[in-house]
């Protein structure tokens, strides 16, 4: 099992939207889904197993109560807030300790507890990132998970392409009350394995090939 997040290190800055940083980082109702997703059938259920477990090891650690769980294709993300160091290494070894967690994406902050309406506002914006990434043309709603935590929405999922991924941060970015965006978004190679987005390197740039090159 590796234990790097493989999208951490492909960090890209998509352009900002309306004042808002987008990042690139690149089971109950699971099969009923499953048809629309870039998710298999298995993959699906898998994701569902472990996300219940770890939330279930949680539920049974003092102070992780505020610890969110999404998974996808075997990345699980753990975010939301703890109350010491000690608390957050403790939730990130619960994740490592389920077998079928293949990384780990941590954004778990050290904070005291947040209360009902700061735990309110961000289900909120979540509720209207979905509600965008539904109504999108360009973007299959199914393919992304959407957690919020103090204003910062992440996403998590396959996506069909490198262009429904970035659109996906893009609508998100533009939902009200949103500070970033990050993007745990993956993508399916040619050989069917999930893998991590990366960006396309910027064109060079030339200034010669801007005036026409030689003898223009």
Known sequence: MSRLVASLSLLALLPTVSGCATAIIGAAGATAVTATQERSFGEAIDDAAVSSEIKSKLIANGG???????????????????QTPELRLKAESIAWSVKRADDVA??????????????ASDELISTRVRARLLGSSSVQANNFNVETYGGTVYLLGIARSAEELEKA????????GVNQVVSYVRLRNERGEVVPYTPAAPAEYNEGELLGGPGS
């Open 64 to 82: 992780l109560g505020e610890v969110d769980v999404e998974v996808a294709a075997g990345l699980v993300l753990l975010s939301g807030r703890v």
């Open 106 to 119: 941590k954004e778990i902050r050290i904070e005291s507890p947040g209360g009902f309406f700061a735990n």
């Open 169 to 176: 941060a893009e609508e998100a970015s533009k939902v009200g």
